[in-house]
């Protein structure tokens, strides 16, 4: 019995140790870590240089497929959801890990439970919260530089134009119903 109590206490030593070198080698490589692909150029408005390093690292697949000029017109871009279902969560949701400098999200309602098998990262936790809230709330986890704002509003006729206003008109959708299809031909 004392050979498996030294052998337990050996391996959360080793188990301690093993954290705290990880913890040790992550941060010097946070304070050191220099971009070994193509210059990035820094997202939105990062203005701690390991901030900005880190951003770089993340979006350097992004800034590589699109190339610089083409990764700047994507961190500069403003992207209007209209919806936040099961394609509209998504559609935000890869449109910031893609590097997207702003993005508008519309969407009057809350998440339920018979939504989360198809919302991009709502889970129970969220139900009967907002489905902007929990967007933002995710998004910013994950792409902290993201401008996103919140409209958790209807989208309706009278207040397309403002909704839309300075975004992107451009349409992915499914259909939720005919008037919501109604509405969006009706200003794009």
Do not use: W
Not at 34 to 57: F, G, K, R
Not at 86 to 109: C, E, N, Q, T, Y
């Amino acid at each position: 019995m004392r050979q498996l109590g030294a052998a337990f206490g050996v391996g959360v030593a080793a188990a301690i140790a093993a954290q705290y070198m990880y913890q040790v080698v992550l941060k010097h490589r946070r304070h050191t870590f220099h971009c070994t692909s193509m210059s990035v150029p820094t997202v939105l408005s990062a203005t701690d240089a390991a901030a900005q390093e880190l951003l770089a690292e993340q979006m350097s697949r992004v800034a590589s497929f699109f190339g610089s000029e083409g990764f700047d017109n994507v961190k500069n871009a403003f992207v209007v959801v209209v919806g936040l279902g099961g394609v509209g969560s998504h559609a935000a949701h890869m449109l910031a890990r893609s590097g997207i400098g702003k993005l508008r999200l519309v969407d009057f309602d809350n998440v339920t439970l018979s939504s989360l098998n198809r919302h991009a990262v709502a889970t129970r936790a969220d139900v009967g919260l907002s489905k902007v809230t929990v967007m933002k709330r995710h998004l910013l986890q994950i792409v902290p530089d993201c401008d996103v704002e919140e409209m958790a509003v209807m989208f309706e006729a009278e207040s397309a134009e403002e909704l839309l206003e300075g975004g992107r008109v451009k349409t992915l959708q499914r259909v939720a119903s005919v008037n919501d299809v109604k509405r969006l031909i009706g200003v794009c």
